[in-house]
């Protein structure tokens, strides 16, 4: 496979080759010919996505700008294939001292913070894709989230934090802003109840303390009292206010233009349908959201 080193080396003799560009003119048809006539491909040939580039052929320096820019779109477009695709997004900052989670949405309509999609299926058993969007800012001291879900069903069985809230009708946040091995899953029902935990991967996690999750504002459109499924279109709302002190494993103070690896998700594994779709795409062969290597980037202004 070809790799970002080669890149780096055959650009640098590319660039190096541009530069005596003026000098090669001189050679002659008859060498020109010739040259040709000597040149065969070899194993060293660069190959991105079945496209095959002829390395630099003895005695005649060809390469010029449409070949440099050729290579470089194309290597663009092998990494956007590769497995590991990353989605990228900005995450504005609001300078407002916010309590009531409540108010989150409006906030969010006045300072124009858009809405991303939770939608992608990477699983074909688990083809349902519910209508799933939320946006996103932070402030000086809490990261603000509003999700808005319209499902065929919802339900809302746990009504305490640290209950096993991804059986219900769950969004969930995934992060890791120490910048570390250590990420977070913070894991919210459709009624506002959280499961939290910390670790390096899915074992062995540890759970947030009540002291902890109870900083966690949150605001739902169902109200906070749990209930059993509830079957037929169902539309809900909810509002998180995570302040920077949740992060129980560190001392986050601020971040400020910090570069977050995250992901979101949206799942519902006792509903009637089950289903488990993601904000950026995990290749895996069974459903698993503890998949750091899957995070895309989050940046905070």
């Known amino acids: 496979m070809f790799g970002f080193k080669n890149l780096i080396f055959w650009l640098k003799n590319s660039v190096f080759e541009l530069k005596n560009t003026n000098s090669d003119k001189k050679t002659t048809n008859s060498e020109k010919k010739n040259t040709n006539s000597e040149y065969s491909p070899s194993q060293d040939d660069l190959v991105l996505s079945h496209i095959r580039l002829p390395q630099r052929q003895k005695n005649n320096k060809t390469y010029n700008k449409n070949t440099l820019s050729f290579v470089l779109i194309c290597y663009l477009h092998y990494l956007c294939l590769s497995t590991k695709i990353r989605q990228i997004m900005n995450i504005k900052k609001l300078n407002i001292n916010i309590q009531d989670a409540k ?9 124009n913070i858009a809405f991303n999609a939770i939608g992608i299926i990477n699983w074909e058993n688990y083809n349902y894709k519910p209508d799933v969007q939320f946006r996103i800012a932070h402030t000086d001291n809490a990261i603000l989230i509003h999700y808005r ?72 459109s169902l109200g906070n009292e749990p209930f059993e499924e509830r079957t037929g279109e169902c539309s809900w709302e909810l509002a998180l206010i995570i302040p920077y002190s949740v992060f129980f494993k560190h ?43 899957f995070f895309g980037e989050t940046y905070f202004e």
């Open 103 to 111: 108010d989150v949405p409006a906030v969010f309509d006045e300072a």
């Open 149 to 220: 879900v319209t499902e065929k069903s919802v339900r809302a069985k746990y009504g305490e934090d640290g209950g096993a809230v991804y059986k219900d009708s769950c969004v969930e946040f995934f992060s890791v802003p120490g910048g570390d091995c250590i990420y977070y899953n913070i894991e919210c029902n459709c009624i506002g109840t959280i499961l939290m935990e910390a670790g390096c991967d899915r074992h062995g996690r540890e759970v947030a303390p009540l002291e902890v999750t109870q900083q966690i504002k949150r605001w739902s």
């Open 251 to 293: 001392h986050i103070q601020t971040l400020d233009n910090q570069l977050v690896k995250a992901n979101f998700y949206k799942c519902g594994d006792e509903l009637e349908t089950p289903h488990y779709v993601t904000w950026n795409p995990i290749k895996t062969e069974q459903p698993d959201y503890h998949r750091p290597e």
